[in-house]
DNA sequence: TCATTAAATTGTT
DNA sequence: AACAATTTAATGA
């Protein structure tokens, strides 16, 4: 298995550039805003292309932007104090994070690593600050947005505790689709085998193997680079009793 | 637009 | 980990 390295060329803030009409209709609490905010909203607004394996945030450096996936897919690691990296979660389209560290204005508690090539928005500090004191509709997204990554960290410790392959990949995706925190993704997600496999913390093989058994039960569809959901429900609940 | 080739991804052992 | 089979992307006429 080939390891993901690290690459940094050309400092990614130099890279950024001014999105697109086309990227900004796919981040979609902008609708939510009045249009004055919008409008310094998306004035404010970058975008960069990040390679694969390059690292958008490290633990510990300050954070100066609140990211947003617009395509791709990223992976949210923690680091324990002894450098084991322990918890995992994949970042699809449509995904934004770092709220909770810009807030308090504080340091990123976690690595933000490309596992493909993706397009990454992202608005200053002091725009989120300014967003936040006066626009309501944007306090409900950030909050509801809290909101539903605390019942999701909640979630990932059980699926680490879970020892079945098929149910650890099964919740896992279920993760992945979440409709409220990821609404790029729609019914296809856009992810390989192998990258699956980085995620959940298993061979690209088991990962398949796991796929099939989900196929079989109707619950996904398996296809050339991705994988479709047909009952969003039996995957969050796989491995649950009852 | 179509045919050919290379690259990426999946399926299998 | 290795390899074959399949699908997509790239290239050029």
Wanted: a neutral charge; aromatic letters at 8%; proline letters at 5%.
């Amino acid at each position: 298995m080939q390891e993901l390295l690290v690459s940094s060329p050309i400092p990614l803030r130099a890279r950024a550039r001014v999105p697109e009409a086309a990227e900004l209709a796919g981040i979609g609490w902008l609708a939510n805003l009045q249009d004055e905010d919008r409008a310094r909203a998306i004035a404010d607004l970058q975008v960069v292309t990040v390679n694969p394996g390059e690292l958008l945030c490290r633990v510990g450096k300050p954070a100066t932007y609140w990211f947003g996936v617009i395509d791709g897919l990223l992976k949210m690691s923690n680091d324990t104090a002894m450098g084991v990296p322990i918890t995992f979660t994949g970042v699809p389209p449509g995904g934004w994070f770092g709220e909770g560290t810009v807030i308090k204005r504080e340091v990123y508690r976690y690595n933000i690593q490309a596992l493909r090539t993706s397009l990454v928005a992202g608005i200053s500090v002091e725009t989120f600050h300014w967003l936040l004191d006066r626009s309501i509709p944007f306090n409900r997204f950030v909050m509801q947005q809290l909101n539903e990554r605390l019942g999701q960290f909640i979630g990932a410790r059980e699926i680490d505790r879970m020892n079945d392959p098929d149910a650890r990949v099964a919740r896992s995706l279920a993760a992945l689709f979440h409709p409220v925190l990821y609404p790029g993704v729609g019914t296809l997600l856009r992810i390989t085998q192998q990258e699956l496999g980085y995620l959940v913390g298993l061979s690209r093989q088991r990962v398949n193997e796991a796929l099939h058994s989900l196929q079989t039960a109707g619950t996904i569809g398996i296809e050339y680079g991705g994988l479709r959901v047909l009952d969003l429900e039996q995957l969050r609940h796989h491995g649950k009793a009852g």
